[in-house]
């Protein structure tokens, strides 16, 4: 190729105005020649924008993911089914429960001994609780000291 | 239309789409990724894939559209921890050693060019696609597509002359 028509098919090139067909045959012209010191760019681009169509999509393609799908409803299904079984079963240890003797007291003077018992018991940790309260009254004592009361 | 059928229609296409992704997304696991996603969406899509008139414009589109998408989430979500963002914008060591230096500087140069002119360079220059079909993907006009493509060329050229300048001094 004459050196000034690859000057003018560099510049059409540049402003984007070469045909498909006179591209592929600069591909080609820049791949085998050596050329002059000033085209040094474009034979290392030319060499790049063809080597570059060599790269391959080199893994397999899937066209189902919808197994991967299943498998997720299969997980919901069986999470669901643990926690109904989990409930199933805690609801017969309760009714077992229920059907055990619970120490029910069936003659109703034994029974209102029996609470009152249980009550005072409940009132006896009441009040010693109480008793640590009566610190509280020192605050008092002293605040009495100062605030008569009317 | 059955998965033979389908499997034919894309494999002549399937290269063209990794390598618009590779040029868009860089890093090769993200280009894999979205080539399969976009393959799949396809597949979904099959009963109105036929009535496209160039099949392979309209595949290469939704290529495109996916890895802009792509790139806009990656922008938008910092914060989310996925592989993706932790690719950064250089190449990965693996594949420079795959390439020349030569090769690997100009990857570099291609690398930093605005998204538009990645895809149109990617798609004329290495593709050869003509400019009807560029115009089908891309959706701009043709006079648009050239001026775009030649700034892409201009500044990959200065970019390398700079480098070889460089080189000899």
Redesign the interface.
């Known amino acids: 190729m004459e050196l000034n028509d690859l000057r003018t098919l560099v510049q059409k ?5 070469t045909s ?1 067909q006179e ?2 045959d600069m591909k080609k012209y820049f791949n085998s020649n050596e050329v002059p010191e000033e085209f ?3 034979k ?2 030319f ?3 063809v ?3 060599n ?3 080199s ?1 397999e ?3 189902n ?1 919808k197994p991967k799908r299943k498998w997720a409803y299969a997980g919901v299904a069986a999470s669901i089914l643990i926690v109904m079984s989990f409930l199933f079963f805690n609801d017969l240890t309760n009714k077992k429960l229920d059907e055990q003797n619970l120490g029910t007291i069936e003659d109703p003077e034994q029974a209102y001994l029996k609470t009152k018992e249980t009550l005072q018991m409940v009132a006896d940790v009441f009040s010693e609780g109480r008793e640590d309260l009566e610190y509280l009254n020192e605050f008092n004592k002293t605040k009495n000291k100062f605030i008569k009361e009317q | 239309m059955n998965h033979h059928t389908f499997l034919r229609l894309i494999d002549p296409v399937k290269d063209k789409m990794f390598r618009l992704a590779l040029r868009l997304l860089i890093s090769k696991e993200a280009a894999e990724d979205a080539t399969q996603e976009v393959i799949l969406k396809l597949w979904n899509r099959k009963d109105k894939v036929k009535d496209y008139a160039n099949l392979e414009a309209f595949m290469i589109s939704v290529t495109k559209n996916h890895c802009l998408d792509q790139l806009k989430a990656r922008h938008n979500s910092n914060l989310r921890i996925i592989h993706t963002n932790y690719d950064n914008n250089e190449l990965s060591t693996h594949r420079l050693a795959e390439l020349s230096d030569e090769m690997a500087q100009i990857e570099r140069i291609v690398g930093m060019l605005p998204e538009q002119q990645k895809i149109i360079f990617q798609l004329r220059d290495i593709e050869e696609y003509d400019y009807g079909e560029i115009a089908e993907i891309t959706k701009l006009k043709e006079p648009a597509i050239r001026v775009t493509l030649s700034r892409a060329r201009k500044k990959i050229k200065e970019e390398l002359l700079k480098t070889h300048r460089y080189g000899i001094k």
Do not use: D, P, V
């Open positions: 090139f540049e402003e984007g105005k498909l591209e592929r040094i760019a474009y290392s681009l060499n790049f924008n080597a570059s169509r790269i391959e999509y893994k393609i899937q066209l993911s």
